[in-house]
């Protein structure tokens, strides 16, 4: 029987916790949970792994500030580099999994750029906080807007819709030739087409999102997002506290337009997974880093169904 | 017919030049020379593409070393780190080329890693400088052996053999489904063996040398090293300059054992020739980065020739 592919959509938790400082042994040591799992799964179906790269960005950013010494690098190449570094450390636990339980797989990473539109209405509005912290004062003498947000004045950078992933095709004849494909980390190097050619952009992808259009492109049976909380949750922080087990498409741009899940982290994780859905994917499923393969056999986290 | 697989090793010239201070967009400007013609070959021939990444890994060590407010990372991720971000900018180059050509080509830069030896004499004897400079003054607070280089102290990491690059299979399959292969960027990321998994190591290994193992592990017909001469110079830097534009690999073994070719620059390039040519390979070719494709044709560069 033709195997399922699963496409996975690691949150930042599952390098880094909360409360971590986020050392290279910290990272290596929290994707065991996650990494065992898919090496596990990687038996029943094809796997596209897909990741954030928050904090290694916000870091790599940190170190640009710190240091005059050397030419400041844009957006879209930090990006390069987290994807060549998160990469390398998921395809490295996966290797020792893979050892352990006696399997034989090829999976590679695949740098990965994806197209966004130049008249994305997110380029007039620079919205999504990255890296380093400033006081008022200092935000007022770096070279790119800031916003003040819970943590202080930090900058904002423009996060634009993905239209197309480029390596789709690539992807597409990797899984067909059995490879487990790591790509799209940290949303995907965000690019414009611009005439025969494509330049980079200062912007940042959200990765859940890229990651629906990835399955959508590639076709994917199951899209799993993973991350820090059970699921979707209705009254998050509350006492009154509901994991919803299961949603429709249309219960779920509801609750989205009623503000029940905020832009900046369950928000575009439903919205990901309702469009999965609509695009004819078969299950989309928000559940826990710790809780994949349950959610895989349908024992954890917000299961999306279709209405019809 | 059959299309021959074609390695070509770039040089860090084909990303920054002698004098530049290596800004992204000089990068992206240095990059069109080779890739254009990279990309002219490719309808002829199979092609895997190599780098280094000296500058950009020391610029990216440079960095840690200015600011503390971030985990330090060890050098095999800065190694990562600097395969996404040259990938990308070959890949992005690539594909300008392959559409102003009117091209179809699929192609993909791998994360590569490869093993060490341990107990490699290497380990013994870290003799590769990487990194800022210091004063001696400073060399004797920092956490690792330095050593006094022309242009002051700086770090010295170990450089070991190339074992095998784990990636083999998995490079070998793309280039028989017709991708092309960006890999082992600077060298690849060196690991070793530790019981059932591997682990990363504080090393750099040479570029050259691990394109020479690639090479040969997966069956290359024609080794390109294209760096900022025109090949092998007898006496260079003198008056005598002689490019020699053929060699035996015994000539080769012997003007390496008679010193004239630096470890540090020619050296390793001669060596990673005459292995290809002892492990089987047709042709090896060292060549300047403007001159890749008349050196693919006959007529560039320095040819090393089998003796029968």
Do not use: W
């Given at each position: 029987?033709?195997?399922?592919?699963?496409?996975?959509?690691?949150?930042?938790?599952?390098?880094?916790?909360?409360?971590?400082?986020?050392?290279?042994?910290?990272?290596?040591?929290?994707?065991?949970?996650?990494?065992?799992?898919?090496?596990?799964?990687?038996?029943?179906?094809?796997?596209?792994?897909?990741?954030?790269?928050?904090?290694?960005?916000?870091?790599?950013?940190?170190?640009q500030?710190?240091?005059?010494?050397?030419?400041?690098?844009?957006?879209?190449?930090?990006?390069?580099?987290?994807?060549?570094?998160?990469?390398?450390?998921?395809?490295?636990?996966?290797?020792?999994?893979?050892?352990?339980?006696?399997?034989?797989?090829?999976?590679?990473?695949?740098?990965?750029?994806?197209?966004?539109?130049?008249?994305?209405?997110?380029?007039?509005?620079?919205?999504?906080?990255?890296?380093?912290?400033?006081?008022e004062?200092?935000?007022?003498?770096?070279?790119?807007?800031?916003?003040?947000?819970?943590?202080?004045?930090?900058?904002?950078?423009?996060?634009?819709?993905?239209?197309?992933?480029?390596?789709k095709?690539?992807?597409?004849?990797?899984?067909?030739?059995?490879?487990?494909?790591?790509?799209c980390?940290?949303?995907?190097?965000?690019?414009?087409?611009?005439?025969?050619?494509?330049?980079?952009?200062?912007?940042?992808?959200?990765?859940?999102?890229?990651?629906?259009?990835?399955?959508?492109?590639?076709?994917?049976?199951?899209?799993?997002?993973?991350?820090?909380?059970?699921?979707?949750i209705?009254?998050?922080?509350?006492?009154?506290?509901?994991?919803?087990?299961?949603?429709?498409?249309?219960?779920?741009?509801?609750?989205?337009k009623?503000?029940?899940?905020?832009?900046?982290?369950?928000?575009?994780?439903?919205?990901?997974?309702?469009?999965?859905?609509?695009?004819?994917?078969?299950?989309?499923?928000?559940?826990?880093?710790?809780?994949?393969?349950?959610?895989?056999?349908?024992?954890?986290?917000?299961?999306?169904?279709?209405?019809?």
């Amino acid at each position: 029987m033709k195997k399922e592919t699963l496409l996975i959509a690691l949150g930042g938790n599952a390098l880094i916790r909360k409360g971590q400082e986020g050392t290279v042994e910290e990272q290596f040591e929290n994707l065991k949970l996650p990494i065992r799992q898919i090496a596990r799964l990687s038996e029943k179906y094809k796997i596209i792994i897909t990741h954030g790269n928050g904090p290694q960005v916000g870091n790599l950013l940190l170190q640009q500030e710190c240091c005059n010494a050397v030419p400041k690098l844009p957006l879209e190449i930090l990006v390069a580099q987290t994807q060549g570094q998160i990469g390398y450390m998921i395809e490295s636990t996966l290797d020792s999994e893979f050892m352990e339980l006696g399997i034989t797989q090829y999976f590679i990473t695949l740098i990965t750029y994806v197209v966004v539109d130049e008249h994305d209405p997110g380029f007039r509005n620079p919205s999504k906080p990255i890296g380093p912290v400033y006081t008022e004062e200092e935000s007022k003498t770096v070279p790119y807007p800031t916003r003040k947000t819970a943590k202080g004045f930090r900058r904002v950078v423009v996060s634009p819709e993905p239209v197309t992933v480029i390596e789709k095709n690539e992807i597409r004849k990797l899984i067909d030739s059995d490879f487990l494909v790591i790509c799209c980390g940290g949303g995907g190097i965000p690019v414009i087409r611009e005439g025969r050619s494509f330049h980079g952009v200062d912007a940042v992808i959200d990765k859940d999102l890229v990651s629906a259009k990835l399955a959508e492109e590639v076709g994917v049976d199951i899209f799993i997002i993973a991350t820090d909380v059970p699921g979707a949750i209705l009254g998050y922080g509350t006492s009154e506290e509901k994991l919803l087990r299961s949603l429709t498409v249309d219960e779920a741009a509801l609750y989205l337009k009623q503000g029940h899940f905020p832009p900046g982290s369950m928000g575009p994780k439903i919205e990901a997974a309702r469009r999965f859905i609509l695009n004819c994917g078969k299950r989309a499923v928000i559940t826990s880093v710790d809780a994949i393969e349950d959610a895989v056999s349908g024992n954890a986290g917000t299961e999306f169904v279709r209405q019809c």
